[in-house]
Structures are given as structure tokens and as C-alpha cells.
């Protein structure tokens, strides 16, 4: 992720490590070299300017705390200048709400309100999807068919040329849904027609967020494109797209600064589940390479105290383990992230890991979500009922093929054997039960 923004702030943190001393020279150096930085990863002029002159002011007028080196008091004002720039930690409330997303053509907002939707359907609300996209014709389609995929409420009017009036259809529509999550149009630019669309939307919608969506990819143009739709609806959040195909993002990194929202999440693959809450010190240790533990271990931590584990654990030990059940599962390793990505946060191996197993079962796992959000809900209850003429189907909803159907109905029956297995132990379980009871 900004390989090369992080490369080159890398170089010079290295560069302030290997000092021999300190001078007001020596300052102006690093200072000239953070700009180079920033600016190759396209962060703008007057960002640039803004951030080093402050580094600048303060190593000239503070004093390190004593017992502190120089150095690792000139590190830490870098820290905190570029850390300043992208706020503090602020996440989306969790509570039933309207939001709607904005942004330019391509950006990834449909695919963010997916992201999005899934994020608080995880957090057990009901979601509504609402296209209001009527520019584009596939659009609609589009949006649809992650509603299909996530199973959430879905309302859009195909062919429907009037935004406005497919709002309140729609509002109407999905009364009973605790977020809706609204798509808009995007646009070359922002134009007369779409700002007064914008406008009309808000207006009627009155939404609780209103989300500039970004790509990392932009660069430069960032600023004023985010300024743009500043001016034209009141912007509560920005969600930064496509951070795992650039290696610069500074660009998307100033435009945060015009908006003056915080960013809620950046976006990190094609898939749904590629959304990641951002944590600005966080996210700064990491571009500096200050090894990541924190994350890691927290979320380890949240895969721990899931709350209803003890429930899960009574369920299977009675017997029954569904699909679902193994879905969720499934789920929870995946919360962790790639393998890889993981042992990447580990100081010392960032960057050592390359097993092409890991990838296989990577790939294997990915295979079978896929499947099984093509299941209906009632199949991954009851997973019997799963006969050859529904097994054709399943494998073409997914893209995949009966064979591979047949392997996950497979590995779901052995998975249910040894969770069975485990739990007929009869010490084994109360150790467990034990720890669950005592660890939530
Ligand atoms: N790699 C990567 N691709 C993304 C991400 N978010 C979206 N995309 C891809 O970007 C492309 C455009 O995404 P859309 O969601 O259709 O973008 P949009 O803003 O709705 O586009 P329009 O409706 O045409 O304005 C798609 O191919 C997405 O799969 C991301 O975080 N990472
Ligand atoms: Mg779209």
C-alpha cells in the first residue's frame, strides 16, 4: 500500500537515524527531503509546504525532553506533522441511519456502498440499497446484484429517469430498514446538472452521512474535485478507494485535507470485504515502518470476545452445524486478513513472506464464500436439501463449477464430523466452554 510515498519518508527517517548531529543545516536538509517525499507521492504543493515548514519551525524551536535524542525527537515531530494531516480517529456511528455516497466517475462508489452495507449488516442492522445512478444503464444492475449477493433489501427503477421521484419511491420502499445506503451518479467532472442532482437528492433524503468517495489513484486533481463537492452538499466523511493499487495516494491524502471530514475507511480490493477502518496514527507508523504490532493484536482481540461464541459453541455441540455456521467461521479468520498481509505486520518479516500454500488455501477459502453467497438463506440453514438441481444452480450463480460445489458440501460435512468429534470430548469441551464463558 503507497509503496512509494512510504519508501521515501522510510529513507528519510533513515537518513535521521544515521545523523551524527544536529544544526539548523542539517534541519533545512531533512526538511527539503520530506518535501521530495511528499511530493512524489503526489502529495499537493501547499500540503507539502504547509506539513514541512511546520516539522521545520518546531525542530528549530523545541527542545527534547531529556534523556531523548535529538533524532528520535526530530522522528517523532515527522510522526506527529504527517499524523496531524489526516485527523484524528473518527469511525462512522454505529446507529440507523441514511447515507449517501457521492464522487466521480469510477471512483468505487457503487462497490463502497456494498462495502459499506455489509460493514453494518456484520453489525447485525438491516440494510436497504437504493440506486439512484439513472446516468449509467448498467448501474442498476450493478447494485442490484450486490443486494442479491449480501441478501439485503434493494430498491431501483431500471429504467426510471428521474432521480428524485426513484428516492421517494425508494424511501417509501425501504421504511422499515435501519441504513439505507444510497448510490449517486458519477461524472467526468462535477458539472451544473450533477451538482443540482446532488443537491435535489440531499434535499429530500436528508441524509445522516454524506460520503466523498475518492480513489487513492487520482493524485494531484484530488484537491479541488474534493473542494468541488464540498461547495455543493455538505460532506460528513470521506472513504479513500483502491488504497492496494497505488503506490503513491497522496493525492487522496490532501483532498481529505480540503474537505475537512474525516476519512471512516479506506477500500482495499475489488471485494466486498475489502474496507478497512482507518486509524490515522496507525496508518502513519505503518507508512514510516514503524512495525505494526497494535493492529494485529487487536484484531486478534475482537475475534476473541466475539459475544456469541458460547453460543456457537452450545449450538454445535448439540449437533448442529450448519453452513451458516461454518460461513461465519470462515468469516472470522477472514477478519484477520490475508496471511500474508498479517505476518507483513510483524516487524522483521515484513516483506519475507511468499508460500505458495498459503495462497492455495487463500484462494480455496475465497472459492467457497463465493458459493456460498450464492446459497439461499434456507439452503445454508438446512444444508440437506442441497440436491444436484440446486447444486447446477449454485455453481452457476457463483462461477464456479458443480464439482466445486460438491467439494465445499464436502469439506462442510467434514468440518460438522470434527466439530462434532471435538465437542462428543467430553473434558475437552468444558475446557473450552470454561474459556469461552471466562474470556467474553
Ligand atoms: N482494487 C480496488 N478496486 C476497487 C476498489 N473499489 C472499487 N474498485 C473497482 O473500481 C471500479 C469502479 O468501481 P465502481 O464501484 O463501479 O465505481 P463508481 O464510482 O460507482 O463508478 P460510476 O458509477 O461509473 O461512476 C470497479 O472495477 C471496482 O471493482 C478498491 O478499494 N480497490
Ligand atoms: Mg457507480
Redesign the pocket.
Known sequence: MLEKLSESLREVLRKVTNLSHVDKEVVNQIVKDIQRALLLGDVNVSLTLKLSKEVERRALAETPPAGMPYKEYLIKIIYEEITNVLGDLHTIPVKKQKIM?V?????????????IAYYFQKKRFTVGLLAL?IH?PA?YD?LKQIAEQLHTEFYGEKDGKDAVKILIHGLEKLKNVDIIVV?T???DALDDNLIKELKNIENILKPDETIL?I?AVIGQQAGKQAKAFREAVTITGVIV?????TAKGGGALSAVNEVNAPIYF?????HIE??ELFNPPRFVSKLLGMGDIETLLEKFESIASEKDLAKKMEKISSGKFTLKDMYEQMESINKLGPLNKLLGMIPGISGKVNDSKIEETQKKLKKFRYIMDSMTKEEMETPGIIKAERVNRIAKGSGTTARDVKELLNYYEMSKKTAKGLMGNRKLRMQMEKQFKGGT
Open positions: 455516497s464522487g466521480l466517475f469510477g471512483q468505487g462508489k457503487t462497490t463502497t456502498c456494498g462495502k445512478d449509467r448501474a450493478q448510490d451518479a458519477g461524472r468517495v480513489d478507494t483502491k488504497m492496494d493499487g479506506i477500500g482495499t480490493g475489488e475489502d474496507l
